[in-house]
């Protein structure tokens, strides 16, 4: 696709990857994505802020051809979907300079090979002129890895945010405008990779705050030409507490640990309680979560196998772990055929998470009435436990 203006002296010169389907091997991408880009002219000097993944280097290269002469290559952020074109932007103009944080630095010569002399470094707040154009830097850490920054755009109230704020999305469409999709892809995106790091990212919501900023240009999706949206968000998803929700990871083999699914569900409904459950031989892992994003409960439902979790619910309660979400309280049911310790595998699997252990229900084969008695009970508890959180405004 051609260069596209964002604002004056501005442009996109990125790509848009329409069918890529999975990112890192893990995430699906149900609706592509784009590795964006952009030249930033100023009277006196040019500079490109980011590449693109260098399976799409010939796109950037085409473009590339409309600018002559490049000052610098802004790296807000090492991972090869943003800097995997570099070794080739550096070859096509031997005089440009690298501009990152120290950090990126090191990191550039370690994962692309980059000659440390053509890097420079830069400090948090500190600015270089292009003319016309200032741009300030401004640290971020991780977001999500240890050496990230964004660059603001003085004259023009533009934050070049990289992946903070991002979203998987293919679209022709430059510019976001109020478009909800935007924002609930941003959500999964933020959740995927972000949620970890939510401490961090408030800080830097603090620290953004006290930017004017007319756009955000982010490393994946359009150009948010209406920021405040996606800025209210953000702190709502890292700062905000859970909703009234639970999220129910369940998988069954022979139908016993779905019957107690269908109960607890539709006992958790008559209590007031919003549930989102996942059948975890075939859900979305992005869809489960953006809803982890939310979820004050989790509950994770499996049969045991071999005398531990399912494999796909232990997989779901590795991720878990790894997120550290906001959730608040957690629960284990199932069934089993004749022992085992799934409850104190996944305990384990999930001890990251800073939430309470409710108590499990476990049945031997097919739930009978105590069973169900039990899972009654558990739902009382979750709804009490939530509406204790709404009382608290957590």
């Keep these: 696709m051609r260069m596209r203006r964002v604002t ?66 802004v790296i807000n952020h090492v991972e090869q979907d943003h800097s995997g074109s570099l070794p080739f932007v550096l070859d096509r103009y031997p005089n440009a300079k690298v ?8 990191m550039l010569v370690e994962h692309l090979a980059i000659d440390a002399e053509r890097v420079m470094t830069v400090e948090d707040g500190k600015t270089v002129s292009l003319g016309s154009k200032t741009l300030r830097f401004i640290f971020t850490p991780w977001v999500h890895w240890p050496e990230t920054m964004c660059t603001y755009v003085e004259e023009d109230r533009g934050l070049f945010s990289c992946d903070m704020f991002a979203a998987h999305l293919a679209s022709s ?30 800080r830097h919501l603090e620290k953004l705050s006290r930017l004017e900023i007319k756009w955000i240009a982010t490393s994946h999706g359009p150009v948010y030409d209406q920021p405040a949206a996606i800025m209210a968000a953000y702190r709502d998803w890292a700062v905000g507490g859970p909703k009234n929700l639970v999220l129910l990871l369940s998988i069954s083999m022979h139908g016993s640990t779905q019957k107690m699914v269908e109960h607890l569900v539709g006992e958790l409904v008559h209590r007031g309680v919003d549930v989102q459950p996942f059948d975890m031989s075939s859900a979305d892992i992005g869809k489960v979560m953006t809803a982890l994003a939310d979820a004050a409960t989790l509950v994770i439902a499996t049969p045991t196998v071999l005398g531990g979790p399912h494999p796909n ?39 990251g998470v800073k939430a309470e252990m409710l108590d499990p ?5 097919l739930p009978a009435d105590a069973d169900y008695a039990a899972l009654s009970a558990l739902a009382d508890t979750i709804a009490a436990r939530h509406r204790e959180l ?5």
């Design 173 to 202: 469409d430059l510019f976001a405008g109020g478009r909800e999709c935007v924002i609930e892809e941003a959500k999964r995106y933020y959740a995927e990779i972000m949620m970890p790091f939510a401490s961090q990212i408030a």
């Design 99 to 106: 501009l990152c944080t120290a950090k990126a630095r090191s």
């Design 390 to 394: 709404d009382a608290k405004g957590a």
């Design 313 to 351: 619910i232990a997989s779901a309660a590795f991720t878990v772990n790894q997120l550290k979400p906001k959730t608040k309280y957690l629960a284990i049911i199932g069934s089993y055929g004749w022992g085992g310790h799934a409850v104190d595998q996944l305990k384990q699997l999930m001890s």
């Design 8 to 73: 004056d002296d501005i442009y996109w010169l990125g790509a848009i990857d329409w069918d890529r389907r999975l990112f890192d091997g893990f995430v699906p991408l149900p609706d592509g994505t784009s590795y964006n880009c952009y030249l930033v002219r100023g009277s006196e000097k040019t500079a490109l802020i980011d590449t693109v993944d260098p399976s799409r280097w010939d796109e950037l290269r085409s473009n590339l051809r409309e600018v002559p002469n490049l000052d610098y290559v």
């Design 361 to 365: 229900v476990l049945c031997r084969g």
